[in-house]
């Protein structure tokens, strides 16, 4: 499965020695782009580009954040490039609990609960959530309260066989949708802690048994979207998903996070949303 390619991209990552020369190479080379390909783009000549990946020339802070843009490289990263080429780092990693962070979080809750009566979250780099409406914390009641604590992942509470893949009808397809947007965040940000959740998750039996079923259905028209179907007490629910992230962010935590909405993809599902004012 793809997956498995990108926890080897992500342990080949966490493998060089260090110096911001390797760190560069490796990002280059996960992004397939040659020297001379990504010495245009960010208008230096190749040979300098050869001298700072092979630590013959320091890299300025220009060029430095120059390739970071160009390779698309996570704030996170850049900060740790920084620091491996002697420089400070130069973005905040503020705490969304924190007093700069007070009119982002407020104005991320009037979004989610005007979302209400229907499930919103805000998740960080790793899909924890962080914050959510009345609807999404009702949801998350369904699930043990060894899967809710000390923090709510995603990925874990929807593919665990035990957590909402136990009310999932379509598992196949949402499981296979999740475990797409867990790969894409691990070549994206290429860290330890993503790669450790991706070896957790994938070692969970159903999550195991989609390759069979992957392979099964390869073949199959893809639908529109995939929706997530639920069943809830004897009700079944269909619905799908929107992910918003921040314009230009400037800070860790803003960078890394998205806010997911759900919506009823049939009245059935809206009919009960609105009704559920307790728990499901």
Not at 49 to 57: A, K, N, P, W
Not at 94 to 111: E, N, P, Y
Request: proline share 5%.
């Amino acid at each position: 499965m793809e997956i498995a390619q990108g926890l080897a991209g992500a342990t080949a990552m966490a493998t060089d020695d260090g110096s911001v020369g390797s760190l560069i190479r490796q990002w280059r080379t996960a992004r397939k782009l040659s020297q001379m390909d990504l010495a245009l783009e960010i208008d230096i000549s190749p040979r300098h580009l050869s001298f700072v990946e092979t630590g013959r020339s320091k890299p300025s802070v220009q060029v430095l954040m120059a390739i970071a843009q160009q390779l698309d490289v996570p704030l996170r990263t850049r900060n740790a490039w920084l620091l491996a080429a002697g420089y400070a780092p130069r973005y905040s990693n503020q705490g969304l609990d924190s007093a700069r962070m007070s009119h982002v979080r407020a104005a991320i809750q009037r979004l989610l609960d005007g979302h209400d009566p229907y499930p919103g979250i805000a998740l960080d780099g790793q899909w924890n959530v962080v914050l959510t409406n009345a609807a999404g914390q009702r949801m998350t009641q369904l699930l043990p309260d060894w899967l809710r604590s000390p923090t709510l992942n995603i990925f874990k509470a929807s593919l665990h066989p035990d957590g909402f893949a136990a009310h999932t009808r379509n598992f196949a397809e949402w499981g296979s949708y999740l475990l797409a947007v867990l790969q894409r965040l691990l070549l994206q940000a290429r860290n330890e802690q993503l790669m450790a959740l991706a070896q957790e998750v994938y070692s969970y039996p159903n999550v195991q048994a989609l390759k069979a079923t992957l392979a099964n259905t390869a073949h199959t028209e893809p639908p529109l979207l995939v929706p997530c179907k639920l069943t809830l007490h004897g009700h079944e629910l269909s619905l799908f998903t929107t992910l918003t992230t921040f314009g230009s962010p400037q800070d860790i935590t803003l960078h890394e996070m998205c806010i997911e909405l759900f919506y009823p993809a049939d009245d059935q599902t809206a009919a009960f949303l609105r009704a559920s004012l307790g728990d499901y």
